[in-house]
């Protein structure tokens, strides 16, 4: 895959996440003005679904630099760990880390809660932490796109494949 399909990938990725952040923020505003419980569930329950879409679309930036740029694709039972491990390292004569230990911290907390998301039903999940994770999230969300956009900006000074 050239560098600017990559690029491309990660941008339709990144707006396609941008979209879900407005939601979160739009169901985190609307969950602060609603008083009626089925409705605020109904609100939660966006908002987890959210997340996991969220994190989906990071992992598969993620995927696509793993595959295209380091040759190395994580396998095995923690092969999502190990890719978000992954894009906090520096390799050498490869690429820059993709992404913060900081970063890397916030969203581990987000690929654990997205497995909750997987085997969980919808009335089992806690209120209080889908909101934990939104606004640790929504913390650090500008923080993440900015370290993933200056990563695309690497691939432009550097020859890649």
């Known amino acids: 895959m050239s560098k600017l399909l990559i690029q491309e990938r990660i941008s339709q990725e990144l707006n396609k996440i941008y979209q879900a952040i407005q939601q979160l923020k739009i169901f985190m505003e609307q969950l602060n003005n609603i008083s009626n419980p089925i409705y605020q569930e109904a ?32 396998t095995g039972n923690k092969w999502h760990r190990d890719l978000l491990d992954q894009m906090a390292v520096n390799i050498t004569n490869v690429r820059t880390e993709v992404i913060t230990e900081e970063t890397r911290a916030i969203l581990d907390e987000l690929r654990r809660f997205r497995h909750v998301i997987r085997s969980a039903y919808s009335f089992e999940l806690d209120k209080d932490k889908v909101l934990i994770v939104v606004n640790n999230f929504l913390s650090c969300h500008h923080q993440l ?17």
């Open 43 to 74: 609100l939660v329950n966006s908002l987890a679904l959210n997340l996991h879409g969220i994190y989906t679309g990071i992992e598969r930036i993620f995927e696509v630099i793993a595959t295209e740029i380091d040759l190395s694709l994580p």
């Open 145 to 161: 796109i900015q370290e993933i956009q200056s990563f695309c900006d690497y691939l432009d000074e550097r020859e890649v494949k």
